[in-house]
């Protein structure tokens, strides 16, 4: 395997899935003339990093026919503004699409101009993309239907940490009710908010943001339906929640709907740590409200 590329094949239900971590090959570099760029300085070649990137993870999707099943895809940028430069070259490079693609403003750690993490599943399933390429994406498996969606970001108005975080729930929302979902079905979120730890006003832009999940979760009984009877905890979405280079907030997220009566949904703690809902007011006077991980199963067929 390239040593750019990271990657990991399991079962999902009756087919495959794939996890897929790349970054270019090599931090290609440019002299761009005087005229053009300002006396000559060294930069990031973006297209063609952008380019060599994808066409490493177009050979590692089609080593095993992952190619038309891809589901969610991230990338993170050094530069945000390189975002529709990416998204072009993608839809020429994999043009089967990246599934529900989320752009995040963080470089990566080993100097790359980006890095991108893909899923991507096989097999005898039926895989559409609603009519909102590139935000969601809806997948009919094994009588369980699943929800992908990312990039999902507040409305130009208004602004703060607090309502911007609010409002990128409000949008998950609404790709939620436009396919026939729930709120109370969602098992996963990403959330990246720009410079999560700076004050604001007299509070701290990761307590607002918890804020803002709290009172949008309030009052919602996540997946009730689908726990098991001993079951006895709090019960919330996994999470995985990071700080950005940007000031703004985009939130990409997992549901799924069954009626199958085999299938189980398990929202799992660490005992040697705190649960998040615990935390004390110092994090937030509404504490966060999410699960260390969530792991589901569909019966007998996963």
């Known amino acids: 395997m390239p040593r750019n590329i990271s990657r990991s094949v399991t079962p999902f239900g009756s087919c495959r899935q794939l996890f897929l971590v790349a970054v270019p090959r090599e931090p290609f570099l440019s002299r761009p003339d005087d005229d053009t760029q300002g006396h000559g300085q060294v930069v990031a070649d973006w297209p063609r990093q952008v380019r060599d990137l994808l066409e490493s993870c177009r050979a590692e999707l089609s080593k095993d026919d992952?190619?038309?099943?891809?589901?969610?895809?991230?990338?993170?940028?050094?530069?945000?503004?390189?975002?529709?430069l990416v998204r072009q070259l993608a839809a020429e490079i994999l043009p089967s699409g990246l599934g529900a693609v989320t752009f995040i403003p963080q470089a990566p750690a080993d100097g790359s101009a980006l890095a991108v993490e893909?899923?991507?599943?096989?097999?005898?399933?039926?895989?559409?993309?609603?009519?909102?390429?590139?935000?969601?994406?809806?997948?009919?498996?094994?009588?369980?239907?699943?929800?992908?969606?990312?990039?999902?970001?507040p409305g130009p108005l208004p602004t703060g940490a607090y309502a911007r975080s609010l409002g990128a729930f409000e949008t998950i929302g609404d790709q939620l009710r436009q396919n026939r979902f729930t709120v109370d079905q969602l098992v996963r979120t990403w959330i990246y908010q720009g410079h999560l730890v700076l004050p604001e006003g007299d509070s701290q832009r990761y307590k607002e943001l918890n804020r803002a999940r709290t009172d949008f979760f309030h009052g919602v009984e996540f997946i009730k339906r689908y726990l098991p009877p001993e079951y006895r905890g709090d019960v919330y979405p996994a999470s995985t929640g990071i700080g950005a280079d940007d000031v703004d907030v985009t939130v990409g997220a997992i549901a799924v709907d069954s009626r199958r009566s085999d299938f189980i949904a398990t929202p799992l703690e660490n005992p040697n740590q705190t649960s998040a809902f615990d935390y004390g007011a110092v994090y937030s006077p509404q504490s966060p409200k999410f699960a260390r991980a969530m792991a589901v199963s569909p019966g007998d067929d996963c």
């Open 66 to 84: 992952f190619t038309d099943g891809v589901l969610m895809t991230q990338f993170f940028l050094a530069d945000i503004a390189k975002r529709e």
């Open 118 to 153: 893909i899923w991507a599943i096989t097999g005898s399933t039926f895989y559409r993309e609603t009519p909102l390429p590139g935000r969601t994406v809806v997948l009919e498996q094994d009588d369980v239907r699943w929800l992908f969606t990312g990039d999902n970001r």
